[in-house]
């Protein structure tokens, strides 16, 4: 069995990153559940443990089956992240699908305290790592 808390604190210092998420998909309820964290401050835990699909840049991974970035958490105002993701202090977001075969399981998420726009080769290596997964 994969160490989801290892995979995620190696994730984040490849990709110097201080905060990460890994959620699984419940599909019939429509929502993603949190497996595994790191970085997030205790009030932030209740607000993503439970995120539905569609909401948030998580529940937008899942909705648009793709990867979701956002270059700075802070000034955003696409409405995709939730309000109260500020919380977090991250300004570069990334989040992949987590697939197994063609079906969604669930979603991987990293973001950094800086404003960081991520390249086509970084979403790619975190969704290689989501992949194996």
Not at 6 to 21: I, R
Not at 29 to 49: E, F, H, N, R, S
Not at 51 to 71: H, L, Q, W
């Amino acid at each position: 069995m994969i160490d989801l808390e290892k995979t995620l604190h190696d994730t984040l210092a490849q990709f110097h990153s201080e905060t990460g998420t890994i959620h699984r998909l419940d599909a019939p309820a429509q929502l993603l559940q949190l497996v595994a964290q790191a970085g997030l401050p205790p009030q932030m835990l209740d607000i993503v443990k439970t995120i539905p699909v569609g909401k948030g840049i998580a529940g937008e991974t899942v909705a648009k089956n793709r990867p979701v970035t956002i270059c700075n958490l802070q000034t955003d105002t696409s409405g995709v992240a939730k309000p109260g993701a500020k919380q977090t202090g991250v300004g570069g977001a990334l989040c992949v699908p987590i697939r197994a075969g063609d079906q969604i399981v669930g979603t991987f998420g990293i973001g950094t305290r800086r404003e960081h726009e991520y390249s086509a080769a970084e979403i790619n290596s975190l969704q290689d790592i989501a992949n194996s997964l």
